[in-house]
């Protein structure tokens, strides 16, 4: 289960109307990287796989892949703004480390297992 701020919510809807595209989906995922090992990754995405997994939060469908769901359990999204501008906060209570930029960050993995993520072949930020 993830959280989604109203603020978050909506800063998402804002981004997604100035794509022009209706049916765009918001889709939070893991990659490997980063300085802690891990980090969140936000696009827009025309299809759902079958394996993914479909969360409602705020009015705001929010598309995870499978393999992401173990690192974002708990996770609350948030927006803010402050002198420098706006920007998404992740709050996740999994995180053992996180990175001064706050995208960044490592969990203890469960059961011994090896933490499962590969390195994307490329990312789009929203």
């Known amino acids: 289960m993830i959280n989604i701020s109203k603020a978050a919510a909506s800063e998402v809807k804002r981004l997604k109307g100035k794509l022009k595209k209706p049916n765009a989906l918001f889709r939070l995922k893991i990659n490997a990287g980063g300085c802690a090992g891990l980090l969140y990754a936000m696009e827009f995405d025309d299809a759902i796989a079958p394996d993914d997994i479909i969360y409602d939060c705020n009015g705001l469908q929010v598309i995870i892949p499978a393999?992401?769901?173990?690192y974002v359990d708990g996770l609350t999204l948030d927006y803010s703004e402050d002198l420098m501008g706006g920007g998404f906060r992740f709050h996740n209570p999994k995180a053992t480390q996180t990175c001064?930029?706050?995208?960044?960050?490592?969990?203890?993995?469960?059961?011994?297992?090896?933490?499962?993520?590969a390195a994307p072949e490329q990312t789009f930020d929203i």
């Not at 393999?67 to 173990?70: A, L, N, P, R, V």
């Not at 960044?104 to 059961?111: E, G, L, R």
């Open 67 to 70: 393999d992401s769901c173990q």
């Open 100 to 117: 001064g930029c706050g995208n960044s960050f490592s969990i203890k993995p469960t059961s011994g297992a090896p933490l499962n993520i």
